[in-house]
Nanobody, 115 residues
Framework: QVQLVESGGGLVQAGGSLRLSCAAS????????MGWYRQAPGKQRELVAT???????NYAESVKGRFGISRDDARGTVSLQMDSLKPEDTAVYYC?????????WGQGTQVTVSS
């Protein structure tokens, strides 16, 4: 079974930065798209950013210019650098990986941005 473990969440003030990381519990081959999603209380889970195996990045309009996604295939990790954080970024952030046409999810890490 595949385990994705997130880290890096926390509490920051508006304008601050956080870096989220996600790592597979073991070496995994065949990871295609990796990404980050988030879910705020009372709202649906939404896409934040994705990155393909070829390095093509896609961002939600609300985070463009502030967040940066990267991956390290050798380590099987994906990271999300979050700068200029806003209170509306507050949510549980989930790591996602598509492996052989299956979706895998991390347990989620809380990001709270205070005003």
């Amino acid at each position: 079974q595949v385990q994705l473990v997130e880290s890096g969440g926390g509490l920051v003030q508006a304008g601050g930065s956080l870096r989220l990381s996600c790592a597979a519990s073991e070496t995994i081959f065949g990871i295609s798209t990796m990404g980050w999603y988030r879910q705020a209380p009372g709202k649906q889970r939404e896409l934040v950013a994705t990155i393909t195996r070829g390095g093509i990045r896609n961002y939600a309009e609300s985070v463009k210019g502030r967040f940066g996604i990267s991956r390290d295939d050798a380590r099987g990790t994906v990271s999300l650098q979050m700068d200029s954080l806003k209170p509306e970024d507050t949510a549980v952030y989930y790591c996602n990986a598509v492996i052989f046409n299956k979706n895998y999810w991390g347990q989620g890490t809380q990001v709270t941005v205070s005003s």
